[in-house]
């Protein structure tokens, strides 16, 4: 289980998150916050755009980087996800589900490299019926975290590979 903290002005939610073979489960508390310290500094960066159509992982993951004080930005397929990337949404890493009604995973990827104003956004992808090894080698993506998803892990790939 991780704990991570997110704040409110005064007050802080505690999220508490633990995955067990299973969806994420979500604990939220709120808490009394008397300073700054434990901030991160992605807070100042772009958002983070989570394409996952599974509500029950995606409202929780979307808490989790928030916690982490990253803006996520959610949407619930490939179709979904190129709208906003072809209005105004320039992401700083995009999280991609690779199964997904409508436009899926692969079609999202094929899209975002055909198109030159896309295609240097960084892509982790996560899987639980593909390998996701060989999806992320296939695709040409930065990462990828097979589900059930740690959190930790994939924490640490977005800092490694979202855009500075």
Same mark, same amino acid.
């Given at each position: 289980?991780?704990?991570?903290?997110?704040?409110?002005?005064? &007050?802080?939610?505690?999220?508490? #998150?633990?995955?067990?073979?299973?969806?994420?489960?979500?604990?939220? %508390?709120?808490?009394?916050?008397?300073?700054?310290?434990?901030?991160?500094?992605?807070?100042? +960066?772009?958002? #983070?755009? &989570?394409?996952?159509?599974?509500?029950?992982? !995606?409202?929780?993951?979307?808490?989790?980087?928030?916690?982490?004080?990253? *803006?996520?930005?959610?949407? %619930?397929?490939?179709? /979904?996800?190129?709208?906003?990337?072809?209005?105004?949404?320039?992401?700083?890493?995009?999280?991609? /589900?690779?199964?997904?009604? =409508?436009?899926?995973?692969?079609?999202?990827?094929?899209?975002?490299?055909? /198109?030159? $104003?896309?295609?240097?956004?960084?892509?982790?992808?996560? *899987?639980?019926?593909?390998?996701?090894?060989?999806?992320?080698?296939?695709?040409?993506?930065?990462? =990828?975290?097979?589900?059930?998803?740690? +959190?930790? !892990?994939?924490?640490? $790939? #977005?800092?490694?590979?979202?855009?500075?």
């Amino acid at each position: 289980m991780e704990a991570v903290s997110c704040g409110l002005g005064s &007050l802080a939610a505690m999220i508490f #998150i633990t995955a067990c073979n299973g969806p994420i489960v979500v604990y939220i %508390k709120k808490v009394m916050r008397e300073d700054e310290d434990g901030f991160t500094a992605a807070c100042a +960066t772009a958002p #983070i755009l &989570l394409v996952e159509d599974e509500e029950d992982l !995606r409202f929780p993951l979307k808490l989790y980087l928030e916690a982490r004080g990253y *803006s996520v930005v959610v949407a %619930k397929d490939g179709a /979904d996800a190129l709208a906003l990337l072809r209005g105004s949404l320039r992401p700083c890493v995009i999280l991609l /589900d690779l199964m997904m009604p =409508h436009v899926d995973g692969f079609g999202f990827r094929r899209n975002q490299i055909q /198109d030159p $104003l896309l295609r240097e956004i960084p892509v982790i992808v996560f *899987s639980g019926a593909y390998d996701a090894t060989v999806q992320a080698m296939a695709l040409g993506v930065a990462a =990828h975290a097979q589900k059930p998803i740690d +959190t930790v !892990r994939l924490a640490e $790939l #977005i800092e490694q590979h979202r855009l500075k």
